[in-house]
């Protein structure tokens, strides 16, 4: 059976949310209501100490989007996934892989890090990151706007991988009320008995404290 190395609130509740979207058996390895020990059993088995960490028979591997990708493309039996010849296919790629590569990266160097003085990202920084989170946000709106998910009319893996994002938006003060579409697409998501269990599952004891 696989096995999913969790901490909780964190971004390995998106595997877990797939495993209950597909009704696949899984193992579910956390300390509830201890996150640091949740962790200290992840660095048992990966260098990276990352949530999630995965683990199929001999295979042990990290990375949301790489886990998400191995286990429909090896359990998913053409789920959750438009067909590779559909006109949503280019951007249900495009969003499974957005949120990580970019949206939580750049989110988190506008609102949270600063450039270390002298280096070529203090340069850089106005360009790239100013307006970064309001730009990214105002493209989902936009897609939104024409789409009731992300990648099309259909729910895929790649709706999976935004909530976390989200909820790191708004912890950084981002009121995701200005832009139009994008709550209610969050409450259509959350909406979702897949995704209801995957918070009972996740998060028995409730929010962790950090
Ligand atoms: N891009 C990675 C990010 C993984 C990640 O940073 N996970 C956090 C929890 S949400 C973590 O394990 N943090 C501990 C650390 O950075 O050492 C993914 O999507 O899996």
Redesign the pocket.
């Known amino acids: 059976m696989i096995k999913i190395y969790h901490?909780e609130g964190?971004?390995s509740e998106r595997v877990v949310w797939l495993c209950e979207e597909l009704g696949l058996p899984y193992e579910l390895i956390f300390k509830p209501g201890d996150v640091i020990g949740s962790?200290a059993l992840i660095r048992e088995v990966h260098p990276m100490?990352?949530?999630?960490t995965f683990q199929d028979g001999d295979v042990t591997i990290?990375?949301?989007?790489a886990i998400i990708e191995y286990i429909l493309a090896r359990y998913g039996q053409g789920r959750l996934a438009p067909a590779v010849d559909s006109p949503e296919f280019p951007y249900y790629l495009e969003w499974l892989h957005f949120p990580?590569g970019t949206m939580a990266n750049r989110l988190m160097n506008e609102k949270w890090l600063q450039p270390r003085p002298g280096t070529f990202m203090e340069q850089a920084y106005d360009q790239t990151m100013i307006g970064v989170t309001d730009k990214m946000l105002k493209w989902m709106d936009q897609i939104l706007a024409e789409k009731q998910y992300i990648a099309g009319n259909d729910f895929t893996a790649a709706d999976i991988m935004l909530p976390l994002v989200l909820n790191l938006v708004q912890m950084t003060g981002t009121a995701l009320g200005d832009y139009s579409n994008i709550p209610s697409y969050l409450d259509r998501l959350r909406s979702r008995p897949a995704f209801i269990r995957t918070l009972e599952i996740c998060q028995p004891l409730g929010p962790p404290p950090f």
């Open positions: 901490m964190r971004r962790w100490a990352l949530a999630p990290c990375e949301s989007g990580e």
